[in-house]
T-cell receptor, first 113, second 116 residues
Framework: GESVGLHLPTLSVQEGDNSIINCAYS??????FIWYKQESGKGPQFIIDIRSNMDKRQGQRVTVLLNKTVKHLSLQIAATQPGDSAVYFC????????????FGAGTRLTVKP | DSGVTQTPKHLITATGQRVTLRCSPRSGDLSVYWYQQSLDQGLQFLIQYYNGEERAKGNILERFSAQQFPDLHSELNLSSLELGDSALYFC???????????????FGPGTRLTVL
């Protein structure tokens, strides 16, 4: 498959452990945030989103935390599985504005069996 | 499968040449977005079209242009290609034009452009 971001920060975890991926966003006016997963050879795939009026949102095995004070997002993946191995990006944009998303640099998650 | 299609999957060309990348959005989506993903720059927003009209511009070079046709498919034209233009080019689509929830962008599989 295609290689994405060979120089990305990496996180390596054991299968079954929890993973935490962090992201700092840049625009204090952003009020909507998304986490994307990108597997090798594929386009980014939506995982979970959160609006700025929340500080936590849970999905299936994933939780996103938002700290607006320090402009920080995190993605927590519970019971990480080999299929979770991918590059994870956070993205930010503003409701009501044009939908041009600004992506973070990405983190490569590797799950060891 | 996101429902967004892109062609070609791979493209190899020489410096100075011009290429056209094509994107078909998901059925019902009116907005199309183009992104460039290179090893040292990450995902960069290039341009957004909504129902045939340009809506937002990002880091798109003057050598690049795009359009959205009446059937809502879009083309990204890259001219006077340079080695540094080698990258993955992604198209995404969404229903509406604005940011925020309920207007999720769905990404296509990308076109890998290699400039030799």
């Amino acid at each position: 498959g295609e290689s994405v971001g060979l120089h990305l920060p990496t996180l390596s975890v054991q299968e079954g452990d929890n993973s935490i991926i962090n992201c700092a966003y840049s625009n204090s006016a952003s009020d909507y945030f998304i986490w994307y997963k990108q597997e090798s050879g594929k386009g980014p795939q939506f995982i979970i989103d959160i609006r700025s009026n929340m500080d936590k949102r849970q999905g299936q095995r994933v939780t996103v935390l938002l700290n607006k004070t320090v402009k920080h997002l995190s993605l927590q993946i519970a019971a990480t599985q080999p299929g979770d191995s991918a590059v994870y990006f956070c993205a930010e944009n503003m409701s009501g504005a044009n939908n041009d998303m600004r992506f973070g640099a990405g983190t490569r998650l590797t799950v060891k069996p | 499968d996101s429902g967004v299609t892109q062609t070609p999957k791979h493209l190899i060309t020489a410096t100075g040449q011009r290429v056209t990348l094509r994107c078909s959005p998901r059925s019902g989506d009116l907005s199309v977005y183009w992104y460039q993903q290179s090893l040292d720059q990450g995902l960069q927003f290039l341009i957004q079209y909504y129902n045939g009209e340009e809506r937002a511009k990002g880091n798109i070079l003057e050598r690049f242009s795009a359009q959205q046709f009446p059937d809502l498919h879009s083309e990204l034209n890259l001219s006077s290609l340079e080695l540094g233009d080698s990258a993955l080019y992604f198209c995404a689509s969404s229903v509406g034009v604005s940011g925020g929830a309920y207007n999720e962008q769905f990404f296509g599989p990308g076109t890998r452009l290699t400039v030799l």
